[in-house]
């Protein structure tokens, strides 16, 4: 079991690997949510010292990620000017949101909700948010400095065709910086092509006396936590901070449950949301912003050896230990940490399994593609794409079942149906509406038999439809009977329509349920695939 491992040398050697690779890329990071660089390097030192603490993966590396600083940047735009000290104090205070969201989740026992996610609705919203980074990436890597003011695909846009405004040392260090990190990964996964990129960008730079945007001058020493902030705007950072709570905690969940599925292990995700809840404390605490859980830094943390969660704290103190020395990085190019992005995102551009949901499922496609369009509409504020995705997806299972399949066939006087789906308030109506249909089509039927094994529920309102649809057939000299009752049900049947098993006569239940019965087999009106 995950609990029982412990800290090896082994450890020590993948926890350095990945704050080598952290290190440039938080910086990376925190430039793509709208903040300094510096503060990524502080998102970067005690979240992950924290996160292990009471992860339930061993390989988990926590800090900050592309996702969730999009949804950053979409949650703080609107309140004030990225870069500005206001900007960063609403940052600090999205963090402590997002950890309390998830401390309190975890400790709730809640951790089930990180499996309630549509998956259209994150593989909508997944590609959308890799366009966007890309396309608020692309001015950088090109050197353009005077593009128009405007949305992000506005200035991609802009940027993309007027080649007159690209500055050639920009475009030459980006293009390296990419071929170097993709091809690198491409040689094997180890090889740290974000560190050769941002030491030979960093060299380049003192050597050549670069002109173009840098990073700049980088604070000495540890963060100042504190706790003087913009408490004013709580209200408006509530929902964001819950979004980005839940909706950034699916990439670590996603890594740590095919970790432990590959190593036929246990794992626990309200234990993990108890550790990314005290990461995001620990960030906010820390003059960071909010983290989640990396997928390429945790794979190269399993690849380097890594035995325990312990991996991740040595990741987090080689980070604090370099914050002393981090002003030797101000001469790094930004188009460096531009190019750090797109190679880290590109990958999450996944058009072709979004469009083969039209086959799949077409209602689910308009779930994927609604919240895809969505997020590109409304950026920079994604977080409210992801609600409406939601939305969508509930919208489009309440939906269907609302409109449950119901099987028929006629034996002599009798006509049966098998209703099947889920039987609550929203579908008991069709059902009865349905059934009564069927019945005076078929003018020589004069019973009708309720088979109810394919119902995977039957809620109060549901058993409640059963007795009026009951009492209007008695009313109407139709006898009515229910069977195959499933065993989960019995007990509210019981309660509601005064139900025993043993109504069932044995002819009743010796009969089987025909597969292929006679007459014709009709669905209902909302029947078909979704």
Do not use: C
């Not at 909508?124 to 980074?133: E, K, Q």
């Not at 299972?397 to 066939?409: K, Q, Y």
């Amino acid at each position: 079991m995950a609990e029982v491992r412990r800290f090896s040398v082994r450890d020590v050697v993948a926890g350095v690997s990945v704050a080598l690779l952290l290190i440039p890329q938080s910086m990376a990071y925190a430039e793509l949510a709208g903040l300094p660089p510096h503060v990524g390097l502080y998102a970067a030192a005690l979240p992950p010292i924290a996160a292990a603490l009471v992860a339930s993966s061993p390989y988990l590396q926590t800090g900050p990620v592309a996702l969730t600083s999009l949804l950053t940047l979409g949650a703080l735009v609107p309140l004030a000017e990225v870069q500005s000290g206001d900007y960063v104090a609403l940052a600090i205070l999205l963090a402590l949101i997002v950890g309390i969201t998830r401390l309190l989740v975890g400790v709730l026992r809640a951790g089930g909700v990180a499996y309630l996610m549509s998956q259209p609705v994150l593989l909508g919203f997944t590609s959308a948010a890799a366009i966007l980074i890309l396309s608020s990436q692309l001015p950088g890597a090109l050197g353009v400095t005077d593009g128009p003011a405007g949305g992000v695909l506005g200035q991609a846009f802009w940027a993309a065709s007027h080649p007159g405004s690209w500055e050639v040392a920009s475009l030459a260090l980006a293009g390296g910086t990419v071929a170097l990190t993709l091809g690198g990964r491409r040689i094997h996964p180890l090889i740290p092509g974000v560190l050769l990129a941002s030491v030979g960008g960093l060299v380049w730079s003192m050597i050549t006396g670069y002109g173009g945007p840098v990073v700049g001058d980088v604070p000495r020493g540890f963060p100042t936590p504190t706790l003087v902030l913009p408490w004013s705007a709580l209200p408006a950072l509530l929902v964001p901070g819950i979004v980005i709570a839940l909706v950034g905690f699916a990439e670590a969940a996603s890594i740590s449950r095919t970790f432990a599925a590959q190593d036929r292990e246990p794992w626990d995700p309200n234990r993990e949301f108890v550790g990314q809840g005290l990461a995001n404390v620990a960030a906010g605490l820390s003059a960071g912003f909010p983290v989640g859980g990396s997928f390429s830094r945790s794979s190269i943390n399993r690849m380097a050896g890594a035995t325990s969660r312990w991996s991740g704290a040595v990741t987090g103190f080689v980070v604090l230990a370099f914050l002393p020395f981090a002003f030797v990085l101000a001469p790094l190019p930004r188009a460096v940490l531009s190019a750090i992005v797109i190679s880290a995102v590109v990958s999450l551009v996944k058009i072709r399994p979004l469009l083969r949901l039209m086959k799949l499922s077409p209602l689910q496609a308009m779930v994927g593609i609604g919240t895809f369009a969505f997020s590109l509409l409304l950026a920079p504020r994604v977080d409210q794409a992801v609600l409406l995705g939601v939305i969508m997806a509930l919208g489009v299972h309440a939906w269907r079942e609302m409109r449950p399949h119901l099987r028929h066939w006629v034996e002599g006087d009798t006509l049966h149906v098998q209703p099947e789906g889920v039987l609550w308030f929203g579908s008991a109506p069709k059902v009865e509406e349905e059934a009564f249909r069927l019945l005076f089509r078929d003018h020589d039927t004069t019973r009708i038999v309720f088979h109810l094994q394919g119902l995977g529920r039957i809620d109060y309102t549901g058993a409640l439809g059963l007795k009026q649809l009951k009492e209007d057939a008695n009313a109407a000299d139709i006898p009515i009977e229910f069977r195959d009752v499933p065993l989960h049900a019995e007990r509210i049947m019981g309660k509601v329509l005064a139900w025993r098993r043993a109504d069932e006569s044995s002819e009743d239940r010796s009969r089987p349920t025909p597969s292929g019965a006679p007459g014709p087999v009709v669905h209902g009106p909302m029947g078909g695939s979704a």
